[in-house]
């Protein structure tokens, strides 16, 4: 598998621990397992993949400390680097903006020259919009661990698996 670092914004702790899941899964260690606040372009450029978490917030918006770190992967060169997003919402209370920060993390990254990897079908969701879907896909893992826990680990591992052979 390539060499690769996930990059986290978490408020609540749910990113984070979904973060280090992914990474147990994966083989990933520990030490390329970063909090998206040490993110820099130097960290970002050291890895040949990347797996960017993050939650949505209010209504639709990045977590927090996402803001700065997505002007950090702006400004870092990713042109032959493979990107995988996951994101944790709430489909029932925020149906309508569900994982969107994934679907903005997609989209200030999209022209920059990485190649996405990781889309998952959405056919096992319950959602009324969000922008982190088209055609029947998420652009990655969606998550709702606020309504639907029970399917959080099952999500993952099948995630992983998926990841196993795009990141190859």
């Known amino acids: 598998m390539k060499k690769t670092g ?3 914004g978490s408020t609540t702790g749910t990113t984070e621990l979904v973060a280090r899941l992914i990474a147990d899964k994966l ?3 520990p030490a390329d397992v ?7 372009t130097a960290l970002a450029e050291s890895y040949e993949a990347l797996i960017l978490g993050t939650s949505t917030w209010g209504d639709g918006e990045l977590q927090d400390d996402w803001y700065d770190g ?5 400004g870092a060169h990713l042109s032959g680097k493979i990107v995988a997003l996951f994101g944790c919402g709430d489909s029932e209370s925020y149906s309508d903006t569900f994982c969107d920060a994934m ?3 997609y989209e200030g990254l999209k022209d920059s020259g990485c190649t996405f990897v990781g889309a998952v ?3 096992g969701y319950t959602y009324s919009a969000s922008v982190a879907a088209a055609d029947g896909l998420f652009v990655g ?3 709702d661990d606020v309504n639907e826990s029970d ?4 999500r993952v591992s099948a995630w992983a698996a998926q990841l196993q052979t795009e990141l190859a």
């Open 6 to 8: 996930i990059f986290y």
């Open 141 to 143: 893992l969606a998550l």
């Open 103 to 105: 679907g903005l993390l």
């Open 121 to 123: 079908d959405d056919s």
């Open 70 to 74: 997505l002007k950090v992967l702006q």
């Open 151 to 154: 399917r959080t680990d099952d």
């Open 27 to 29: 083989g990933i260690a």
């Open 34 to 40: 970063h909090e998206v606040t040490q993110l820099d």
